[in-house]
């Protein structure tokens, strides 16, 4: 599986913004882009995903790079709700079976 | 809004002791998964089922381990004889396809502490 980096952590106030970066810089033509977060003692929830185009919903946006090498996870307005452990997640259109394979993702603090 | 539900929350049980871990997943979801994270480390995948069969296991997922769709609803996962590094959560999950371009849906887990 082609594999992503993130910041360990990262921090943020309460009702600002916040870009989660993931570099990807092996990915292939047909390797989506997958972003779950896991709040604490949960289980892990999707937020979004996008192959080429910016992607926008209800949770946070997907801002994917030209040359898709990075992607960013944008939170419009952080609230302490949002604090958790944030994954992207490359996933093939076809092989590679139906498995998300989550590695360590960024942990976001979130402050009043 | 539907969801994955998983019990028990907590079970503690004596090593070489029988597990049985449930999951109801969403209704009309066709696939069916079950995850683990160890105290501090990954999520990892363990097993993916389809059609009343496993369509994919990881390494993890050796003879210890098994899972069943007994009825329409439920999803169990089976660990024969506990060991104390099977200690962890347990994630049942589901979705709607086997397309990579799809959501998995995940319950809150099934803690399991290994004594």
């Known amino acids: 599986d082609a594999k992503t980096t993130q910041p360990n952590s990262m921090e943020s106030n309460e009702e600002e913004p916040v870009h989660l970066p993931c570099n990807h810089s092996?990915?292939?033509?047909?390797?989506?882009i997958h972003w779950y977060r896991q709040l604490p003692s949960q289980g892990p929830e999707y937020v979004i995903h996008g192959l080429t185009s910016n992607v926008n919903n209800r949770m946070a946006s997907l801002a994917i790079a030209e040359d898709r090498k990075s992607s960013t996870l944008i939170l419009h307005r952080a609230t302490l709700r949002d604090a958790a452990v944030y994954y992207c997640?490359?996933?093939?259109?076809?092989?590679?079976?139906?498995?998300?394979?989550f590695g360590t993702g960024t942990q976001l603090k979130v402050e009043l | 809004e539907p969801e994955v539900t998983q019990t028990p929350s907590h079970q503690v049980t004596q090593m070489g002791q029988e597990v049985i871990l449930r999951c109801v997943p969403i209704s009309n979801h066709l696939y069916f998964y079950w995850y683990r994270q160890i105290l501090g480390q990954k999520v990892e995948f363990l097993v993916s089922f389809y059609n009343n069969e496993i369509s994919e296991k990881s390494e993890i997922f050796d003879d210890q381990f098994s899972v069943e769709r007994p009825d329409g609803s439920n999803f169990t996962l089976k660990i024969r004889s506990t060991k104390l590094e099977d200690s962890a959560m347990y994630f049942c999950a589901s979705s709607v396809f086997e397309t990579n371009t799809g959501e998995l849906f995940f319950g809150e887990g099934s803690r399991l502490t290994v004594l």
């Open positions: 997640i490359l996933r093939p259109l076809t092989g590679g079976g139906n498995k998300l394979t």
């Open positions: 092996t990915i292939s033509g047909t390797d989506y």
